[in-house]
């Protein structure tokens, strides 16, 4: 599991290689991973959007950006914690992942909270890929 604090919120993610989604020989590799978000906080945030930055094993760069996660935007309540699951393909066997979710306040402010850096290696899940 990887983890990042940013004002009190802990953003936890948890990434598996998925073999069966996967198809090795026409460099198509699938990872699922889940996200929990801690609010450790004395404030409830609302998460607004989402920023990925995804780097193949070749070094390609893919950023994504969007509203909310998986079709939410979740309210998140001082010791409360949202989770999802969701999933990225890479046309090669690793990569990594990193990004940022913008919060908002209930007065208004908004600021960005950091997900960690996290490796997506199909060979840490013992598979031998050829």
């Known amino acids: 599991m990887y ?19 996967s198809a090795p020989e026409r460099g198509h590799f699938f990872w699922s991973y889940t996200i929990e978000i801690a609010n450790n906080g004395q404030e409830t945030v609302q998460l607004k959007t989402r920023y990925w930055h995804i780097t193949d094993a070749n070094g390609r760069v893919q950023e994504v950006r969007g509203a909310g996660v998986v079709g ?3 309210v998140i309540e001082p010791g409360q914690k949202f989770e999802y699951t969701s999933g990225v393909p890479l046309t090669t066997s690793s990569g990594f992942m990193r990004g940022s979710y913008r ?5 208004g402010e908004s600021f960005d909270i950091q997900i960690p850096a996290f490796s997506l290696d199909a060979a840490e899940a013992g598979r031998t890929l050829n």
Do not use: G, K, N, Y
């Not at 983890?3 to 989604?21: H, N, Q, W, Y």
């Not at 919060?103 to 007065?107: E, L």
């Open 3 to 21: 983890s990042a604090t940013t004002r009190d919120i802990e953003v936890m993610v948890t990434p598996r290689f998925l073999a069966e989604r």
């Open 103 to 107: 919060m908002v306040t209930p007065d």
């Open 72 to 74: 939410e935007q979740p």
